[in-house]
C-alpha cells in the first residue's frame, strides 16, 4: 500500500512532512524533504518539549522498564514479566519515548515493529495518566510516523481500543480501510 | 543486500531428508484435515496422507523445521511430497514468481529479500518431486508461502499469506496457517494478528481469527484507499 507521490531526498535527518489529507478521498500527496529540525512541522516542537522539561529519547537503554510497567498498568494494560518487556525491545526496530528531565521517568513512550521496509505496525503506546492532555501522545505518535517513512515503511498500521479512535484519526489513521480488517488470533474461537 | 538473493536453490540440499542432514519428520495430521488435501489429488489409491492426533500447541513436541505434509506416488513411480517448512529457505525469485502468479503487484526484489530477512517466521510450502531412479534429478518448486512479523515476546503479524492458484481449494493455505500458528504459540508469542482483506476474513475466522475484538480497529496511516 504505497502513498502516491512520495519524494525523498537521499538520507534526511530529520523531515518536514507536508500533509494535504481528503476527507473523502484519503489518497494523499506527502512530499518529504530534508529539513533542520527547528523547522519541524510538528504539533509540539522539540524546541517546546524541552522547554517543558521533557526529553525526547529514540533508544531505550536508560529506560527504565519497571517504570515503564507502571505505565502500562496504569492505563489497563497487564503488567508484564519486564525479561520480556526487554526481549521484545531488543527486537523492536523503531521506538520513542518522553523522559520528564525532573525524575528521568518516561511518561509516554510507543513502539513499532515491522519487516523493515515494507510493513510496521505501532504498539504500546501510552501517556502516563498524571500526563496525558498535554500533548505527549501526539508528540510521540508524529515522531514515530515521521520515523518510520524515513526509512522509507508506508504501510504503518495499529490497533486501536474503541476509545481511542478519535486520537488516531487526526494522526492520519484511517479505521478498515476498503474492508480491510484487522484480525486476532483467539485460542478458543477456533473451529475444530 | 545483493547477496541476499542468491538464497540456496541447490536442488541436492534444497530438501535434505536424509535424517542426518535436517530434522526432519513425517509429521502425522488429523484424518479429517486432510481429507481436502487428499482429494486435490487424483483419486488414486497410492496416495498417501498422514496423520495425527490433535492436542495443544504446548502438549506437543516442537513442530520440527521441515515435514512432509502429504506424499503420494505416481503411476511412473515417481514420489510427490508436498513439505512444510519454517527455516526461511524461500528462494526470492520464486516467490517473486509466485506472487506474479497470484497477480500481486511487482515489488522490488532486494526489498522482499530484506522483507524476509527481517521477518521472524517464514513458512513456505514446497512441491517435490522425486523422479525414479531412471530420470534426473529433484524437481523443487514454491507453492505457497506465510511469513510473520514479530518482537520476538509479546506480538505477531501475519503478512503475504500466498498458495499458487494450481494448488488452491486443497487445503495448503489453512495449513501454512495452522502451522505457522502452532508454531509461534510453541514459542510463546500469545497475541498472533494479522489484516484481511473483507473477502477472506472468513477464510481467517474459520482457523480462528476474531474480528475486531472487544472492538479493537485495524487503522492504517493515509492508506492508498
Not at chain 1, 517513512?149 to 480501510?177: C, H, M, Q
Not at chain 2, 516467490?95 to 502468479?101: I, R, T
Not at chain 2, 521477518?119 to 518431486?129: I, Q
Amino acid at each position: 500500500m504505497l502513498v502516491p507521490g512520495i519524494t525523498y531526498n537521499s538520507l534526511p535527518t530529520s523531515l518536514r512532512l507536508r500533509l494535504r489529507p481528503h476527507p473523502q478521498n484519503v489518497a494523499v500527496s506527502v512530499s518529504v524533504s530534508s529539513q533542520h529540525s527547528n523547522n519541524q512541522n510538528y504539533s509540539i516542537s522539540d524546541q517546546q518539549l524541552r522547554s517543558r522539561g521533557f526529553n525526547l529519547r529514540r533508544t531505550f537503554s536508560d529506560l527504565n522498564l519497571d517504570h515503564l510497567n507502571s505505565i502500562f498498568v496504569a492505563v489497563g494494560f497487564p503488567r508484564r514479566d519486564p525479561d520480556k518487556i526487554r526481549l521484545a525491545l531488543e527486537n523492536t526496530d523503531t521506538l520513542l519515548w518522553v523522559e520528564d528531565e525532573k525524575t528521568k521517568r518516561p511518561v509516554a513512550f510507543a513502539r513499532a515493529t515491522g519487516d523493515g521496509v515494507f510493513n510496521a505496525i505501532i504498539w504500546d503506546v501510552v501517556v502516563d495518566p498524571s500526563f496525558q492532555g498535554i500533548g505527549l501522545g501526539k508528540a510521540v505518535m508524529e515522531r514515530l510516523v515521521t520515523e518510520l517513512l524515513r526509512k522509507g515503511i508506508t504501510n504503518i498500521a495499529l490497533y486501536s481500543e474503541p476509545r481511542v479512535l478519535g486520537f488516531y484519526r487526526p494522526l492520519g489513521f484511517v479505521a478498515d480501510p476498503d474492508g480491510i480488517r484487522g484480525m486476532v488470533y483467539s485460542r478458543k474461537q477456533k473451529k475444530r | 543486500v545483493l547477496d541476499q538473493l542468491s538464497f540456496p536453490n541447490n536442488l541436492n540440499c534444497g530438501l535434505a531428508l536424509a535424517p542426518q542432514r535436517r530434522k526432519v519428520k513425517v509429521c502425522r495430521l488429523r484424518t479429517s484435515f486432510w481429507e481436502s488435501i487428499r482429494s486435490g489429488f487424483q483419486k488414486n489409491n497410492t496416495t498417501q496422507v498422514i496423520e495425527t492426533a490433535s492436542s495443544s500447541p504446548e502438549e506437543e513436541e516442537l513442530l520440527p523445521d521441515e515435514f512432509v505434509l502429504v506424499e503420494k506416488t505416481e503411476p511412473d513411480g515417481a514420489i510427490v511430497q508436498i513439505i512444510f517448512s519454517f527455516g526461511g529457505e524461500v528462494d526470492v525469485y520464486d516467490l517473486q514468481a509466485l506472487c506474479d502468479k497470484v497477480g500481486w503487484p511487482r515489488r522490488p526484489l532486494s526489498k522482499l529479500a530484506a522483507a524476509l530477512k527481517n521477518s521472524y517466521m517464514v513458512a513456505a510450502l514446497h512441491l517435490v518431486r522425486k523422479p525414479t531412479k531412471t530420470e534426473g534429478s529433484e524437481e523443487k518448486r514454491l507453492i505457497g508461502m506465510a511469513r510473520a512479523t514479530s518482537d520476538h515476546a509479546f506480538n505477531a503479524t501475519i503478512w503475504d499469506v500466498l498458495v499458487d492458484p494450481a494448488y488452491q481449494g486443497q487445503g495448503l493455505g489453512k495449513a501454512l496457517i495452522e502451522k505457522l500458528i502452532r508454531a509461534l504459540l510453541q514459542r510463546d508469542i500469545g497475541n498472533i494478528t494479522l489484516f484481511a482483506d473483507s473477502q477472506v476474513v472468513e477464510f481467517y475466522r474459520n482457523l480462528g481469527f476474531e474480528p475486531d475484538p472487544e472492538g479493537i480497529k485495524g487503522m492504517f496511516w493515509y492508506p492508498k484507499y
